[in-house]
């Protein structure tokens, strides 16, 4: 089975510039995260929906950042504009509650560096 | 709200040696307990989980912990080091609800 698919893998953009991340959860997950990772705050919970309705967002940093999810197999992360403080790996990840025994699945996350 | 405190940002061993990776939580509800890998420039897998039941959990590549409830505990241990295991090791607490609040990460240095 495929897990779930995060692009673009690395991006490497200028400051001011908007990037958009993108996400396709596991084939019937209905609980989808997304998380950053930076050496300084670790792993940090930005946000996260249940059958693509954002349930939390209390950890996106501030206005700059949106996530969308308009179905259930695709979700969004976009940052506008960016900085460079902005520099992270972003991980999608997702999880079946009912089945899925509380195991959350992780992409391989988007490396995203801001000049 | 809940909390996870991983005791230890480096942790060194030897080959063969035996690995102890310490995790201690906060919870005001029983909580799901959780151990990920990472590998350098990869995502994160995981090693084992407690939900309920047993609480001594055994996970993949020979890794166990244990839920110990009176010392909010959910220490990761393997009996011998192998130089593959060398990763960053997370701690993970959910309060039932699907979100995953992670500690600051254990650097496992296995030395030959």
């Known amino acids: 089975d495929a897990g779930v698919i995060q692009s673009p893998r690395h991006e490497v953009t200028e400051m001011g510039q908007e990037v958009t991340l993108r996400c396709k959860p596991i084939s019937g997950h209905d609980y989808l995260f997304w998380y950053r990772q930076t050496m300084m705050r670790g792993l940090e919970l930005l946000i996260y929906f249940n059958n693509n309705v954002p349930i939390d967002d209390s950890g996106m940093p501030e206005d700059r950042f949106s996530a969308k999810m308009p179905n259930a197999s695709f979700s969004t992360l976009k940052i506008q504009p960016s900085e460079p403080r902005d520099s992270a790996v972003y991980f999608c990840a997702s999880t079946d509650r009912t089945t899925g025994g509380n195991t959350i699945y992780f992409g391989e996350g988007s490396w995203l560096t801001v000049v | 709200a809940q909390s996870v405190t991983q005791l230890g940002s480096h942790v060194s061993v030897s080959e063969g040696a035996l690995v102890l990776l310490r995790c201690n939580y906060s919870s005001s509800v029983p909580p799901y307990l959780f151990w990920y890998v990472q590998y350098p420039n990869q995502g994160l897998q995981l090693l084992l989980k407690?939900?309920?039941?047993?609480?001594l959990v055994k996970g993949i590549n020979g890794f166990e912990a244990e839920f110990k409830k009176s010392e909010t505990s959910f220490h990761l241990t393997k009996p011998s080091a192998h130089m593959s295991d060398a990763a960053e090791y997370f701690c993970?607490?959910?309060?039932?609800?699907?979100?995953?609040?992670f500690g600051q990460g254990t650097e496992l240095y296995v030395k030959p």
């Open positions: 993970a607490v959910s309060n039932q609800g699907g979100k995953l609040i």
């Open positions: 407690y939900t309920t039941g047993a609480t």
